[in-house]
């Protein structure tokens, strides 16, 4: 079956430095790739998302690019402020319909600490 | 446009107990799926409704089951309540279409004592 794999956490980093977060995925068909952040005591929202190979997607600074060959979607930002601290999840839904209706898949998550 | 609401926004009930969560999509939105999230793990699918249809359903147990309403809101019942369903359960809608992102609420914690 699908499966989303992050790299294991915490990340701790001081402000403004470089940030990656790695996300490799398994998949039988062609899915789409998603980014989601989770603030303490909230819901998640979606930061970024990129439905083909070669796909970047963007967003307040954050990047990912979608690349089949390594089956991964590693999330970047060049400069992390304290208001970054977070949980980041990697998903993927399957664009096959059927079975993947409606259906995310998660990485664990990635928490992220910015100390000023 | 109003977001994906949920209510209530927490609850505590005792073991042995039912429980019903609500889950109101954004307008238009015809699509409401279900998420498990717990620290051990993890978030995981319960099920999607499409149009008062269940469409799928993750790897659960029959005690939570659910439901879609005309106007799109769903509900969501876990009968028969254990300590390990104490979680975080959050509603996403969408507009349906397998590819599209999902939006979600802020989520209902339960806690089974």
């Known amino acids: 079956g699908d499966s989303v794999t992050q790299m294991e956490g915490p990340v701790t980093l001081s402000e403004e430095a470089f940030l990656t977060i790695n996300c490799t995925y398994t998949a039988t068909g062609y899915p789409s790739l998603f980014w989601y952040v989770q603030y303490p005591g909230e819901g998640l929202q979606l930061l970024l998302k990129a439905t083909k190979a070669d796909d970047k997607g963007s967003n307040k600074g954050f990047e990912a690019t979608y690349r089949k060959e390594t089956t991964s979607f590693h999330l970047e930002k060049g400069s992390v402020q304290v208001s970054d601290s977070a949980v980041y999840f990697c998903?993927?839904?399957?664009?096959?319909?059927?079975?993947?209706?409606?259906?995310?898949?998660f990485g664990q998550g990635t928490i992220l600490t910015v100390h000023p | 446009k109003a977001g994906v609401t949920q209510t209530p926004r927490y609850l505590i009930k005792t073991r042995g107990q039912q429980v019903t969560l609500s889950c109101s999509p954004i307008s238009g939105h015809r699509s409401v799926s279900w998420y498990q999230q717990t620290p051990g793990q993890g978030l995981q699918f319960l099920f999607e409704y499409f149009s008062e249809t269940q469409r799928n359903k993750g790897n659960f147990p029959g005690r939570f089951s659910g439901r879609q309403f005309s106007n799109s809101r769903s509900e969501m019942n876990v009968s028969t309540l254990e300590l390990g369903d104490s979680a975080l359960y959050l509603c996403?809608?969408?507009?349906?279409?397998?590819?599209?992102?999902?939006?979600f609420g802020p989520g209902t914690r339960l806690t089974v004592l």
């Open positions: 996403a809608s969408s507009a349906g279409l397998a590819a599209n992102e999902q939006f």
């Open positions: 998903a993927l839904t399957d664009n096959a319909g059927g079975t993947s209706y409606g259906k995310l898949t």
